[in-house]
Structure formats: C-alpha cells, structure tokens
C-alpha cells in the first residue's frame, strides 16, 4: 500500500511540479505601454543629433564612425524649463555606440536642450565619456591612435 501511494505522488510530483508558480515570477516580461512607444517615438527624432554628437567624439578615437541603435538609448532624465506646458526641455540621455557586429565601445552621456526657438530645435549641452569599453581584436582595424 505504501508503494502504491508513493507511486501516485512521485508520479504527481512530476506532472505537476511544486514549482511552477515560481517560473512565471521570475520571467522577465516586458509590455509595450504608451510610456515606451513615445520614448522610442523621440529617440527616432534625436537620432541625428545624437549620431553627430557621438560622430564628433569617437572621431578621434576610431577609424570608423560608431552606431547607436534606438534600443540602446536611455533616457535619464528629462526636464522642463520653462514651466508647466512650456516647450523648453533639457534631456539626458545615456548611449552605447558600437561598431562592427554590435562589439559596444564605450558608454557616453548626452544632454540636450530641445525648444522652438533654437535652430534645427536642439542644441547640444554636454558630452560626457563615462566608459571606454575595449573592443575585440578583430575589430582592431577600427583602432585610431590609442
């Protein structure tokens, strides 16, 4: 009888592992809101100015201009000048440009004032280098003077 029990619960322990509820939890899901699609809305449009500004600081460092693809932007923070409903902002946001198949080479921050009256409506406000990533060594033809 004793065989017989443990039987039906080893048998039940493998189907229905005691587990399972604690799988769900520790997935990683994530959802489109409203909040992510105007952010990748914006980064879309800052694409240029963020592209010239990193250009600009790699430049002297690499061979080739870098990459910063929408997905690797973050933004830090973001700021209202003026008030509420006013148009002057200042954003900052943080990048990680890469080259050749997606090796990073550094992470950078940017900060940005946006408004009507500044021609092209953004202006570059600082560029701070906060890590130099090492890149592997067949990407070391994009190596300048290091």
Same mark, same amino acid.
């Given at each position: ?13 493998? $189907? ?10 520790? %997935?990683?899901?994530?959802?489109? @809101? !409203?909040? *992510?699609? +105007?952010?990748? $809305? ?10 010239? %500004?990193?250009?600009?600081?790699? @430049? !002297?460092? *690499?061979? +080739? ?82």
């Amino acid at each position: 009888m004793r065989r017989f029990l443990f039987t039906i619960f080893l048998t039940f322990s493998l $189907i229905f592992p005691w587990h399972s509820h604690s799988i769900a939890s520790n %997935a990683n899901i994530q959802q489109d @809101s !409203k909040e *992510l699609m +105007i952010q990748d $809305i914006l980064m879309l449009f800052l694409g240029e100015p963020i592209e010239k %500004a990193v250009n600009e600081y790699y @430049s !002297k460092l *690499l061979t +080739i201009n870098p990459l910063v693809y929408p997905y690797q932007i973050d933004v830090i923070k973001v700021e209202r000048l003026g008030g509420f409903r006013t148009f002057h902002f200042m954003i900052t946001l943080e990048v990680t440009p890469v080259v050749g198949a997606h090796n990073s080479v550094g992470k950078d921050r940017i900060t940005f004032e946006i408004a009507p009256t500044i021609p092209s409506q953004v202006k570059l406000m600082k560029y701070e280098h906060i890590e130099t990533h090492e890149l592997p060594p067949n990407c070391s033809t994009s190596l300048d003077k290091q």
